[in-house]
């Protein structure tokens, strides 16, 4: 497909465990985003990537929370020892290049539930 | 701090009914806003981009408006359908010098009722 995709589409897991969420940018779209959007709130921003390289960790909750990218392509974003608080939609976005009138393309999220 | 401020937090309105959503914003260097439409289940996808020179545009039956002196901004909703029914979220994006990150409302939901 054309999109962003994002891979699962619901996660449920037990507290403490670990997940990993998958997105798939466009093609050749060089800047990539994660996004954490909990029930009922504001999308809230975690990290971005230009190319491989994570400039801005600042958005990242914790040292639980860790993202990589790979080949300017896909990305995994990692939750190790997952708690309750972390159940949210993660939302991936990418745009053809870092700037601000750039428009993000959104995928359709993962829903993460830890029990 | 940059702070997007969007009204009402909800609002349910009969099929057909026109309706308009505020965004004031206090994002600084201002280089432009967009409107998303973000359908439940899916991710938000962009309906307009306002530069700062821009103080209307339209897209169908959406019409953004951008004041950049009173930084404000509306989207004005014609001619309401079921489909509109979703959650509108106004995004301000900084320019030269700021961040690449743009900063979120959190939204305005609205419900179309046939």
């Known amino acids: 497909g054309a999109g962003v995709s994002q891979s699962p589409s619901n996660k449920v897991t037990e507290k403490g465990k670990d997940v990993e969420l998958r997105c798939d940018p466009i093609?050749?779209?060089?800047?990539l985003y994660w996004y954490r959007q909990r029930l009922g709130q504001g999308l809230e921003f975690l990290i971005y990537f230009q190319g491989n390289s994570a400039p801005d960790k600042s958005g990242l909750p914790s040292d639980r929370f860790s993202a990589e990218r790979t080949g300017e392509s896909v990305s995994t974003l990692t939750i190790q020892r997952t708690q309750q608080e972390d159940s949210a939609v993660y939302l991936c976005?990418?745009?053809?290049?870092?700037?601000?009138?750039?428009?993000?393309?959104f995928g359709p999220g993962t829903r993460l539930t830890v029990l | 701090k940059n702070q997007v401020e969007q009204s009402p937090q909800s609002l349910i309105i009969l099929e057909g009914k026109n309706c308009t959503l505020q965004?004031?914003?206090?994002?600084?260097?201002?280089?432009?806003l967009r409107w998303y439409k973000q359908d439940t289940g899916r991710g938000p996808v962009s309906l307009t981009i306002?530069?700062?020179?821009?103080n209307t545009k339209s897209n169908g039956r959406y019409t953004a408006t951008l004041d950049a002196d009173t930084k404000q901004s509306s989207l004005h909703i014609t001619a309401s359908q079921l489909s509109d029914s979703a959650s509108y979220i106004c995004v301000v994006s900084q320019g030269p010098g700021g961040s690449y990150i743009p900063t979120f409302g959190r939204g305005t939901s609205l419900i179309v009722h046939p």
């Open positions: 965004c004031n914003y206090t994002v600084s260097p201002f280089s432009n």
């Open positions: 093609s050749g779209h060089t800047a």
């Open positions: 976005a990418s745009s053809f290049w870092l700037a601000a009138d750039n428009e993000q393309f």
């Open positions: 306002m530069t700062f020179s821009e």
